[in-house]
């Protein structure tokens, strides 16, 4: 991990990243008073503040980003939402994905990708679920949401209720393999 990295920097650290199936090499330098981030060779300049518990602000060549981020399915991944688009990402996905494509094991917990509003629970304790069933909506930035299971399992928890409001990671629902 260490060496050179872009532009003359220091490389922080090096990833595989999965996005959307995809798996991107990220490496992330420090210069100054910001980072370089380069993905798949591609060199931009971010600058970051955490701005709440989940939540940074980002600034990417000139505009403004908010990312909130909810770490799901026990650690082996995270919901990144950027507005109101969520996204799950694993970093060194490509090892997990391959686990938990055939089964996977342990409680998959899933959890709010951004702050937001309950508008639907589409699932009770102890009903059996299927892989990408919808389990609950959430409403945030006046977009609808539909957080699913990522495999078949039983319904262990449901911490939300329809109206509640919630923050980024708040734990909503847990399915057990």
Known sequence: MGGAGPRGGRTVAQYDVEIGGRVRRVGVARAGDHLVV???????????????GHVLSLLVGGRSYEAAIAPDAGGASLTVAVGATPVVVSVDG???????????????????PMSGKIVRVLVAKGDVVRARQ???????MKMENELRAQREGT????????GQSVDAGALLVVVQS
């Open 94 to 112: 490509h090892r997990r994905a391959r686990k938990d494509d055939h089964g996977g094991s342990g409680p998959q917990r899933i959890a709010a």
């Open 134 to 140: 919808p389990l609950v909506v959430v409403e945030a």
């Open 155 to 162: 319904v262990a928890e449901v911490h939300a209720r329809e």
């Open 38 to 52: 380069t993905v798949d060779g591609r060199a931009t300049q971010v600058s970051a503040a955490r701005v709440g």
